[in-house]
């Protein structure tokens, strides 16, 4: 044999791709050619060195990216669901649209009595596979399982003394672009109660812990070890109570209409479903909103809750998913209390009271800050975020890493900390009016600072008394004739 | 859900809109799939942008999935395409690119293996090794890179590669030689034999 034609098939050796023929030849030469056996081990030396790559991957690595990753195919499957659906522009009228939010979410709901009522489809278990095809759930439904007391689960959750859940939210406007997403853990006690919030769209994490006791609102940004601190009123803690406990929230929830969604596996637990889609329900932070909670059959806790629901006069769709909740778990104090030893404390302020100067102080200072324009809704989930876009446009040019304008060392938490507060007692105030039918209109979307006389918001303060606070903040009382007028010179 | 097939959970996928057996496939493929990219890439950050939007085409194409495919080999391939597209659009040349790295960086992001619990001295003998291969392999032409990986390092067969980078099972053959020969020559040259 050539020993030129040898070094082809001792790779072809090391490759595994040599015929059984060629092997027992280049064995035989190999055996009688002292250069040829050197060749081998050059080349076993550098086939065994190249093996001596190894890269590994940190774990916490994979689970970030692998949130990242269902973070976004979420959002996207959230879009694709929109475009789907052939009526989802959206109406300026809030009652014209919560109609349509309704007819969207109870054709489901029909759907499944449709079904169920069916005589070809009688059979529940048949029932249960075609609307698992159709709704892409897997729907199991046992005759003899037990069932879920609804009456008493109010009750049962507020015996809970400390629990866990993770809760997931996507905003979207109405072209299906992302506004805001985030994910958050949320760690509960009746102390107070801690969230771990990722903004997977900046790749940024901010704990936050609220305590009952310390009446303060603490924001932790672990990677530049800073924080930031709100001393709470009592007035905004029951308020902020009411908000991030999802146990109030089902128990705001229970008290409305509600239709049976019959039952599905959710995280391998069966649970049973109910859908809340009352006009009047609106007060999770959204303008309208449908609920679906379902709990756990065999435990009667509940293992998911969702929203849906509308904001900025339907600009803006919001999704909050809350699961994998672990009720009566081991509580740890620590997990409440921040370590702070190694933290820089920021800013400190307080919380505002829940009233008009509040709400007038709020937008001057985004008006300020945004060249002019107030925030387009005064739903809390679009406001927040509306704040963040907003720094962010002005950060844009020097932020260093993509967009972390926390990071910037000139950065101006004062001011950053203290029109959250505001703005987020705004939204309460807004909120407010709206649950108890003041008639409140927002058009922080149509009108800037520079515009002169246009109203900007307006609410019922009397039977035939509005007040408006116009776009230049000041505010004023008007009957319903001159409200006429001047929402007639808004439209034109 | 670990009991179905790839192709079971795709189909699920597809058909249902079930996205926890897109989660299960993500599960399965991401350290195989985020390696396979950060040794094709040569560096971390790349891998984890390239992998994101692997999976996030994955999701995207669903529906344009051939059935006749394994899940792997799409994915592989899916993953190959948009390597070779970053790489052909970078304007440097590799020399240069690997000029720019920083290794210390991209390796303290990779612990080494703690499995034989490897002294200190080890451990930057080892890290030191790692990336002289890593360099090695990089300087392939992009062509031979992914194969030579894909055989080497992934451990894939020679007809899977032919199907995910879709050329004959002889070009695949005659690639990995040619990728051996040049690995021999740059290993002899930076003489890196005697590392062993």
Not at chain 1, 300 to 311: A, H, M
Not at chain 2, 163 to 188: A, D, H, M, Y
Request: net charge negative.
């Amino acid at each position: 044999m050539n020993c030129n034609k040898i070094e082809d098939q001792l790779i072809d050796h090391f490759l595994n791709i040599l015929n059984q023929e060629d092997r027992v030849k280049l064995d035989s030469h190999l055996g009688l050619c002292l250069k040829c056996q050197q060749k081998l081990e050059s080349f076993k030396k550098a086939w065994t060195l190249l093996e001596k790559w190894e890269p590994v991957i940190p774990p916490s690595d994979l689970r970030q990216i692998k949130q990242e990753v269902m973070d976004n195919i979420r959002a996207q499957n959230l879009i694709e669901e929109k475009s789907s659906k052939e009526s989802f522009l959206p109406t300026i009228e809030s009652e014209k649209r919560k109609a349509q939010i309704g007819r969207q979410k109870t054709s489901k709901v029909l759907l499944w009595k449709t079904i169920i009522n069916n005589k070809i489809t009688a059979s529940a278990t048949a029932a249960a596979i075609v609307i698992g095809i159709l709704l892409g759930v897997n729907f199991i439904v046992k005759l003899s399982a037990p069932r879920v007391a609804w009456g008493k689960l109010v009750e049962r959750i507020e015996n809970i003394d400390f629990y866990t859940f993770r809760s997931r939210s996507i905003s979207l406007d109405i072209h299906g672009t992302f506004v805001g997403q985030q994910t958050s853990h949320f760690y509960v006690c009746k102390d107070g109660f801690r969230m771990d919030r990722h903004f997977p769209w900046i790749n940024y994490d901010i704990i936050q812990y609220t305590s009952w006791l310390d009446k303060t609102f603490i924001s932790v940004h672990p990677e530049i070890k800073k924080y930031t601190r709100t001393l709470l009123t009592d007035e905004y803690i029951n308020r902020m109570h009411f908000r991030e406990d999802p146990r109030l929230s089902i128990k705001m929830f229970m008290s409305y209409n509600y239709t049976k969604l019959g039952r599905k596996f959710v995280d391998g637990q069966e649970a049973e479903g109910i859908e809340i889609n009352d006009p009047k329900f609106g007060k999770f932070g959204f303008e309208g909103c449908i609920a679906q909670i379902w709990v756990n059959v065999d435990t009667n806790l509940p293992v998911l809750l969702e929203l849906e629901g509308t904001s900025g006069h339907g600009i803006v769709e919001t999704k909050v998913i809350f699961e994998n909740f672990k009720w009566n778990g081991e509580y740890d104090e620590s997990i409440v209390e921040p370590d702070l030893s190694e933290y820089s404390l920021v800013a400190e302020v307080e919380s505002m009271p829940v009233n008009e100067e509040s709400v007038v102080l709020a937008l001057h200072k985004f008006s300020e800050l945004a060249n002019g324009k107030y925030p387009s809704s005064l739903a809390n989930s679009s406001a927040t975020v509306e704040i963040i876009m907003t720094y962010l446009k002005i950060h844009k040019e020097k932020m260093r890493r993509g967009f972390l304008f926390w990071e910037e060392e000139d950065f101006d938490w004062e001011g950053y900390t203290a029109l959250h507060s505001l703005l987020n007692t705004t939204c309460t105030f807004y909120a407010e009016l709206f649950n108890t039918d003041k008639e409140v209109v927002y058009h922080g979307e149509k009108v800037t600072a520079d515009d002169s006389d246009l109203p900007l918001m307006r609410w019922k303060i009397t039977d035939d008394k509005y007040r408006i606070l116009f776009s230049d903040l000041t505010i004023e009382d008007v009957s319903a004739e001159q409200l006429a007028e001047l929402e007639e010179a808004l439209n034109s | 859900m670990t009991t179905y097939s790839d192709e079971q959970l795709m189909s699920s996928l597809i058909k249902d809109g079930d996205i926890e057996a897109f989660e299960e496939l993500l599960t399965r493929y991401e350290r195989p799939l985020l390696i396979y990219i950060f040794r094709l890439m040569g560096d971390y950050h790349s891998a984890q942008d390239l992998f994101q939007e692997t999976f996030y085409r994955i999701f995207k194409h669903r529906k344009s999935f051939d059935p006749k495919l394994r899940f792997s080999t799409w994915a592989y391939r899916i993953a190959t395409n948009l390597c070779i597209n970053e790489l052909k659009s970078k304007t440097h040349t590799s020399e240069m690119l690997i000029e720019d790295i920083n290794p210390g960086k991209i390796f303290s992001r990779w612990p080494l293996n703690r499995k034989s619990n490897p002294s200190p001295e080890e451990k930057l003998i080892k890290k030191d090794l790692e990336e002289k291969i890593r360099d090695l392999v990089k300087s392939l032409p992009e062509k031979l890179r992914s194969i030579f990986i894909l055989s080497r390092y992934q451990e894939l067969s020679n007809r899977e590669i032919a199907k995910i980078l879709e050329i004959p099972l002889g070009t695949v053959k005659s690639r990995l030689r040619q990728s051996f020969k040049l690995l021999f020559k740059l290993i002899e040259k930076r003489g890196l034999i005697d590392e062993l």
